[in-house]
């Protein structure tokens, strides 16, 4: 038993954080702020270079024969630099690819995959991303997923409804009617809907835990520079306290998400759904919560637009959003307890 | 990562999980809470069968007469005894998790035969006297005072806080040698006979009702040089070498513990169709255990590579001190009405007759968990120590 990061992932996470740190500082991606294509097509294609789509897939089918813990490890950088786009979906899309040979060009990024989950009762359809979109995965009920190629997607966007303001300015919004095209190619084989939800669960997590650490740092970084009263803000108990209960809730939310990326790679180590669903209960918890901290220590600046750290708080609530009702994920853990 | 254990691990766990279903159910009665000579009785005699078929002191070094056993092999060790219900170490604490590994490490030859033998063995019980009335997370600012006279120190003062007091044989004592300002540079650790004249208990009742711990007032006690573990005035170092032999398995017990009460709780509110609400809350608790106990991996993990504990042993202790409490107040609140009597109650389904957690350990649970954010260093502290040691902020 040894739960630590080995070397490989130690070296995965640090090639990771270097292409972020290259292709994602976040003056340039805030440039794109409100616009209609925040994906770039050069930095999708860069992601896909670097493995980030295909790195769980078979080597036989193009991948790096890896696992889902290391996929955590690689989204979890992916989350600390607040990288915009449908990052999840591209990545189990590629896994999707045998099956569906719509997605074939998601694994090396040249291929940009969004996923909804359309709500019940024929109300339309917020989709993230579309105008960049050229696949989508439409998870439906029962475990359903249908798979719109570019054709589809291409009419879903000619009578999809564009959100002026979306609360992340980097995750554009579009309300698709409910009477939109039809989708016909659906993957109706056992255990592909329950191989989605799980990576969905456990990835979506790694990267609330990117942000959940990532916001941590920027509050104690802030707290040590920023002086009143002649001294550190963060000399202060009342600040002292917020910053250690930020760590808590980012490494325990670490813990039980990469607990669940290996749980899903070993199953004989426990449950995958009850650890998956608790992985990202927490984590979406800790995202939400530490990048709202953030906001408070940061003071007055924090309110506003100028400082990025309203990115953080925005992107946490979109994915907590796709992870659906915390309360859902928390009964699933009390059934399956 | 990789959460499987090793065939030799595996091996260690199977070899002591088939001596602890032979040995627990050969057990007495446990004995009621305040009872403590029959406590004594008790865990000194599960000591001795664990000393007999070589499982004590698994984690004591080698030369201290223990196994030697590496993080992992603790971890699995503390798991599989809460696992069978074993009992818990209770008045061998200080001894096996305290005095004795800083004994094996600090002591003499002669000193480590003449103390160690006997705790293993479950023969002698130590108490620790290190916080005062005016010392608790100020420990450094101890006054209990030492004076030598020739091969004697003569000890006045008091200390708090000292579990199982009474029932102890000996105990590990922080006095002030230097001069009163001295903070840590003037503190000496002694093994101090808890028979020796001048030493009087007082019994302290806590909000459960029960004497878990007590005062000790010392009136002109006189102890040999010869008790003196380490240099004198370098008993700060002394009482600290212990923490590093902690490997994040501290909480093991109490953790898998309260999985199982989670799990009792779920049941019972299941048959009780308890609402949607109290679903999520039961939910978001296992959520937070099962974080926890891949945390207390981590940590372990972290041990068995560095040989020194990380990050996590602070971050642990916080989440876990306040989880149970949620956990405490979410069960007493499902008992309702059952949940103000501390007597157990015949019928109904919060009596443990009918296999759940009966009302009485709902109680107890509920009322000790508050004494988890104080003890072994209040949450206040510890999110100081977190801020300042871990994250670096700077001291106010």
Not at chain 1, 250 to 263: D, L, P
Not at chain 2, 12 to 33: M, N, Y
Not at chain 2, 123 to 150: H, I, K
Not at chain 2, 320 to 340: I, K, N, V
Request: aromatic share 6%.
């Amino acid at each position: 038993m040894d739960f630590e990061l080995s070397r490989d992932q130690v070296a995965l996470a640090e090639l990771v954080r270097v292409i972020v740190a290259g292709r994602f500082p976040i003056e340039r991606v805030r440039r794109a702020e409100g616009g209609r294509q925040v994906v770039d097509d050069d930095d999708w294609a860069a992601l896909g270079e670097a493995g980030v789509f295909s790195l769980t897939l078979p080597e036989d089918a193009g991948g790096a024969g890896l696992g889902m813990a290391d996929a955590a490890v690689v989204f979890e950088e992916l989350g600390r630099g607040v990288v915009p786009g449908p990052l999840v979906a591209t990545h189990l899309a590629a896994r999707l690819a045998a099956r569906a040979p719509a997605l074939s060009g998601a694994a090396g990024g040249s291929m940009v995959v969004g996923a909804t989950r359309p709500p019940s009762g024929g109300q339309p359809w917020l989709v993230e991303h579309l105008d960049s979109l050229s696949a989508l995965v439409v998870r439906g009920d029962g475990g359903r997923l249908t798979v719109a190629g570019p054709a589809e997607v291409a009419a879903l966007a000619a009578v999809a409804r564009p959100i002026e303001r979306s609360l992340d300015p980097l995750t554009p919004l579009s309300l698709v009617p409910a009477a939109g095209p039809a989708l016909d190619s659906v993957i109706d084989e056992e255990g592909a809907g329950r191989e989605w939800d799980l990576g969905t669960r456990v990835l979506t997590g790694a990267l609330c835990v990117g942000i959940a650490a990532a916001t941590c740092h920027l509050a104690v970084e802030h707290a040590k520079h920023r002086h009143q009263f002649g001294r550190p803000i963060g000399s202060f108990q009342a600040v002292k306290h917020l910053c250690a209960d930020m760590l808590v809730r980012a490494e325990t939310a670490r813990a039980a998400v990469q607990a669940a990326a290996v749980t899903v790679d070993q199953p004989d180590v426990g449950d995958p759904e009850r650890a998956a669903a608790g992985g990202a209960l927490l984590a979406a918890e800790a995202a939400v919560a530490n990048a709202r901290t953030c906001v408070q220590v940061f003071g007055g600046m924090g309110f506003t637009w100028e400082v990025p750290v309203h990115l953080y708080l925005m992107r946490a609530k979109v994915l907590a959003a796709s992870l659906g009702p915390a309360d859902v994920l928390a009964a699933t853990v009390a059934d399956r307890y | 990562m990789d959460l499987r254990y090793t065939a030799q691990e595996e091996r260690f766990r199977a070899e002591l999980r088939g001596w602890l279903e032979g040995a627990v159910p050969s057990l007495p009665d446990k004995p009621p809470a305040d009872d403590w000579p029959a406590r004594r009785t008790y865990d000194t005699h599960w000591q001795r069968l664990l000393f007999d078929a070589g499982w004590a002191g698994v984690d004591w070094p080698k030369e201290g007469g223990g196994r030697g056993a590496g993080p992992v092999e603790q971890l699995v060790y503390a798991e599989e005894l809460a696992r069978a219900h074993a009992p818990y170490v209770g008045v061998n604490f200080v001894g096996l998790l305290h005095a004795g590994p800083t004994i094996a490490v600090e002591g003499t030859p002669a000193q480590r035969a003449r103390y160690l033998p006997p705790i293993l063995r479950g023969e002698e019980v130590w108490c620790q006297g290190f916080s005062e009335p005016d010392a608790g997370s100020d420990l450094a600012s101890l006054r209990t005072r030492a004076v030598r006279d020739g091969d004697q120190y003569v000890v006045n003062g008091s200390k708090t806080w000292t579990s199982h007091a009474e029932v102890a044989d000996l105990c590990e004592l922080l006095v002030r040698t230097g001069p009163e300002d001295s903070r840590h540079r003037g503190i000496t650790w002694l093994a101090v006979p808890m028979d020796t004249p001048g030493i009087e208990i007082r019994p302290m009742r806590t909000i459960a009702g029960t004497t878990e711990f007590a005062e000790l007032f010392f009136d002109d006690v006189r102890v040999p040089v010869a008790n003196r573990l380490g240099e004198e005035d370098d008993g700060w170092r002394v009482a600290m070498v212990t923490l590093s032999f902690e490997r994040g398995t501290a909480f093991v017990g109490e953790l898998l513990s309260s999985v199982e009460l989670l799990r009792s709780l779920r049941d019972v509110a299941a048959q009780q169709g308890a609402p949607a609400a109290v679903t999520a809350r039961i939910g978001h608790l296992g959520a937070e255990l099962d974080a926890l106990w891949a945390l207390t991996r981590r940590n372990v993990s972290q041990a068995a590579r560095d040989g020194v504990p990380g990050i996590g042993g602070s971050v642990f202790k916080l989440a876990f001190s306040e989880l149970r409490q949620r956990l405490g107040d979410l069960g007493l609140e499902l008992a309702g009405s059952a949940g103000l009597s501390w007597d157990e109650l015949a019928g109904g389904p919060w009596s443990a007759a009918a296999g759940g957690p009966g009302n009485a350990e709902l109680v107890d649970t509920w009322v000790n968990s508050f004494s988890r954010t104080i003890a072994a260093g209040t949450s206040q502290i510890q999110r100081n120590i977190v801020a300042e040691r871990i994250l670096g902020l700077p001291k106010g």
